[in-house]
């Protein structure tokens, strides 16, 4: 049987209620979509349910240009900060980092190919693990939009090229 394991990033591997990088991630999204859109809060969160993401939605409907969805990309991902995420507390290990070696190990035991799968692009992925103390992890496969056509989570074509190597039996 073809077994793969595929997890998230944020609010998977670290708790948002002690980052807030997803917190930074929606503020930047309403920013966007205020400036480039004059859309309000509500339309912007209510584009991400229907349609799996904010940025498929504005595709979608108001017809996000390629270029608009790497200035998307780059505002909404830009300026975050990612210290919360190397700060000691309760759950810190003897890397410094709240997850790294506790995590690490956790996932290690993991028998199945282990992929990453994220809505964010590769630049936050990788500053976000490199926070962690997750960088080098070895993991089967990390996919983003930016590294998978622009394509999200909720389009059936982002997960194409990961079930074509795992195909069932």
Known sequence: RNEVVVIDLDNTLYLESEAGIEKQIVAGIHAFCAKQFNLDPASCD???HEHGSTVQGLKKTLGLTPEDEALFYEEVYGSIDYS????LGPTADGTGYKHG???RALLSRVQAPLYLASNSPLKHVTQALSALGLFDFPWCGV???DTNGYLTKGDAQFWAKLLSSYPPD
């Open 46 to 48: 209510e584009l991400h």
């Open 143 to 145: 996919i983003t939009p």
């Open 84 to 87: 919360p995420l190397l700060r």
């Open 101 to 103: 070696a506790s995590l």
